[in-house]
């Protein structure tokens, strides 16, 4: 059984987008999906700098238009389950039909503005835990005023809250973790600090009229299989100040026996949790065009074609 999987804000670098806009009708695609929602997405997955990419309201639609291009160059695939980590929802959400591109886009590109303006209201960040007991490191994060924001499984749990409070985390680690990391993010996300994005989100979510998913669609909030696409669609909106439970997908994935596992583009981050978290699994990271044979050999092994 084949699972196909979509990265969260975080995973993109510099370029990345470069390679798969030489794939035959992406730059139009991607032209076109640039136009209705009002952002040059070619410009920043090629041209722009770390810094520039990091911004929400730029690295949400460029991750999602990313993950469905590359998805896209597979070919028809059918898999057993997808799910996406944070706002990779939105790109599996493409891959179960519940929304197609240009809605999907659309929306979160209004998610990324309203989660930037809400992370400008007070001065916010987000830290990943490496190694460590979760219980302990939950406990932990509680007393120091932070949000275990992100749990993933496989000895990692992603600390949010403010600037202070990741500062005195770095002064004060849990006991047992080996690292603290910054991650590459603008804001607190999955935490009360984004609960103003969740009203505007909501607002533009209730012009949509979602599909049900053609294909097992694994949510983030608790790992469960959800079956319509009005309840896929209201679990996106609240999920933006809610923790994502990775750790749980997984174990899903795991109870559903799977033993292969995709990373769409920009991939590598949910194939390294899963690396530690699904011995057995064979897992591929789309990072460029030069992955779409392996890829492709894999699926036609473990999935659907």
Known sequence: ????????????TPGFLTPWLELPGAADRVAAWSDA????????????????IRDTAVAQPLLVAAGILSAAALGDVVPGAVAGHSVGEFTAATFAGVLDDTAALTLVRTRGLAMADAAAITETGMSA????????????LEKLGLTPANINGAGQ???????????????????????????????????????????????????LAPADPKVRYVSNRDGQAVATGAEILERMVGQVANPVRWDLCMETFKELGVTALVEVSPGGTLVGLAKRAL???????????????????LIAEHGVA
């Not at 997405?41 to 700098?49: F, N, S, V």
């Not at 835990?129 to 932990?140: E, F, I, N, R």
């Not at 985390?169 to 590459?184: A, T």
């Open 157 to 207: 749990i992603v600390a949010a809250g403010t600037l202070e409070q990741l500062a005195a985390l770095n002064e004060d680690k849990p006991e047992g973790v080996r690292k603290v990391v910054p991650l590459k993010v603008a804001g607190a996300f999955h935490t009360r600090h984004m609960a103003p994005a969740v009203e505007a989100l909501a607002k533009a979510a209730a012009d």
């Open 37 to 52: 929602i009002g952002l040059d997405l070619a410009h920043y997955g090629t041209q722009a700098d770390a810094d520039e």
């Open 279 to 297: 011995p057995g699994v064979k897992t591929l990271a789309l990072k460029t065009p030069d992955d779409l044979d392996a890829a492709r050999e």
């Open 129 to 140: 835990l490496l190694g460590g007991d979760p219980d302990v490191s939950v406990a932990h």
């Open 1 to 12: 059984m084949l699972v196909l999987v979509a990265p969260g804000q975080g995973a993109q």
